[in-house]
């Protein structure tokens, strides 16, 4: 693992060279064919993590208004038996029972954490390193201003701030698109590199947690990022929607495209592309 985490150790000019070299050797060696189908599952994946997202938020909606639909109605049959009072304490209890759950699941994960870095520091830190790191170039920080989603000024100057290509799940999902995809490419090549070759890409092709850690990192960030964007910074609109709408409205594009991304997060494994 820590052959892959060349973040915190300096890539040295030689080494960074050899590794190109090793890259151009197999892809030179990659036939026409296995370069055009690669090309063409890059447009598959980027559209099943799309279609991930948008099926997440509608299972989220559906079971939010089956919940509420179910919520209301035992609320009406117990004002009409006149046991209001002692629903309104049964649901009480219900919801402290669920935030004394999630608190126990949440420290059992950080007790878990903690415990992995105390055996295994070699495999566990490198892999929060990577998702912490992937956090700060999604959100560009605390603050929320920067990272990938403020692209938009690079790619177009301050003009474009705030464009709905960068300032939305699409950016998380071209971003998880362009990491797995160069696993998969990767993989194809990997066959072909010269038979002594960097273990880099050895440690590509056998582990992927280090990708997985960094994309989950980075699209949370995004998802922050978005969620500041669309409540303690909502003051700025969308500068190439189709359609014109008040403030309002871009702030709950912003938060919506927020919790699509954070319901998707647990499903950034390359097994599901």
């Known amino acids: 693992m820590k052959q892959i985490i060349v973040i915190p150790e300096k890539l040295s ?3 960074a060279k050899k590794l190109y070299e090793e890259f151009k050797y197999a892809w030179d060696k990659t036939s026409s064919k296995e370069k055009k189908d690669w090309g063409l599952d890059v447009g598959v994946v980027f559209g099943k993590v799309m279609l991930r997202r948008g099926r997440g938020l509608i299972k989220a909606i559906g079971n939010l208004g089956r919940m509420i639909f179910r919520e209301c109605k035992d609320f009406t049959i117990a004002v009409y038996n006149k046991q209001s009072t002692e629903h309104a304490n049964i649901r009480k209890d219900a919801a402290v029972k669920s935030i004394k ?3 126990q699941a949440s420290n059992k994960i950080i007790n878990n954490i903690i415990t992995l870095l105390k055996t295994n520091p070699k495999e566990a830190a490198p892999t929060l390193f990577l998702g912490f790191v992937g956090f700060m170039c999604g959100s560009g920080g605390v603050d929320g201003n920067g990272g990938i989603p403020d692209l938009d000024i690079v790619a177009g100057g301050i003009g474009n701030h705030r464009s709905i290509f960068f300032h939305s799940v699409i950016s998380a999902a071209v971003l998880e698109t362009i990491v797995f995809s160069s696993i998969k490419a990767i993989n194809i090549m990997h066959s072909k590199l010269p038979q002594e070759h960097d273990p880099f890409w050895d440690s590509v092709i056998n582990k992927t947690d280090w990708a997985e850690a960094f994309v989950t990192g980075a699209c949370t960030g995004i998802a922050y990022h ?7 910074q909502g ?9 014109s709408m008040p403030m309002g ?6 938060v919506t495209n927020a919790a699509m991304e954070a ?7 390359i097994k599901n592309i």
């Open 101 to 103: 759950s999630a608190a």
């Open 13 to 15: 000019t030689s080494r």
């Open 249 to 254: 409205g871009h702030n709950t594009i912003f």
């Open 235 to 243: 003051n700025k609109a969308y500068v190439d929607l189709p359609v």
């Open 226 to 232: 978005l969620l500041i964007d669309g409540t303690i």
């Open 263 to 269: 319901m998707d997060l647990d499903k950034k494994k």
